[in-house]
């Protein structure tokens, strides 16, 4: 059975930092990417950041590059997603998922047939 399980989300004010982890049980991650995305209310699920569990190849949405750093340990089974200089914009629900994606796919929605229950990110201003 394929668990992800969040945590870390919470409310810090604008330029704050907060570090989500996202422990995976259930699947052999060698061939896998790690995912974060995000969803604001009303809007649709965008992709954050990854990292290819082999190798560790590391890929970035424009609005987060500089400010965030996924990392992953892999004794531990877990990614971890820094967020430093947080903007109010990047209120979301933070969601960990897990896919064999392809470096040409990695950054969509569908490409992740498991997914983390998600945490909440409040920035304020």
């Known amino acids: 059975q394929v668990q992800l399980v969040e945590s870390g989300g919470g409310l810090v004010q604008a330029g704050e930092s907060l570090r989500l982890s996202c422990v995976a049980s259930?699947?052999?991650?060698?061939?896998?990417?790690m995912t974060w995305f995000r969803q604001a209310p009303g809007k649709e699920r965008e992709f954050v950041a990854a990292?290819?569990?082999?190798?560790?190849?590391?890929y970035y949405a424009d609005s987060v590059k500089g400010r965030f750093t996924i990392s992953k340990d892999s004794a531990k089974n877990t990614v971890y997603l820094q967020m430093n200089s947080l903007k109010p914009e990047d209120t979301a629900v933070y969601y960990c998922?897990?896919?064999?994606?392809?470096?040409?796919?990695?950054?969509?929605?569908?490409?992740?047939?498991?997914w983390g229950q998600g945490t909440q990110v409040t920035v304020s201003s």
């Open positions: 998922a897990a896919g064999r994606a392809i470096v040409s796919t990695y950054h969509q929605v569908r490409s992740y047939p498991n």
């Open positions: 259930g699947l052999s991650l060698g061939s896998y990417f």
């Open positions: 990292i290819r569990w082999s190798g560790g190849s590391k």
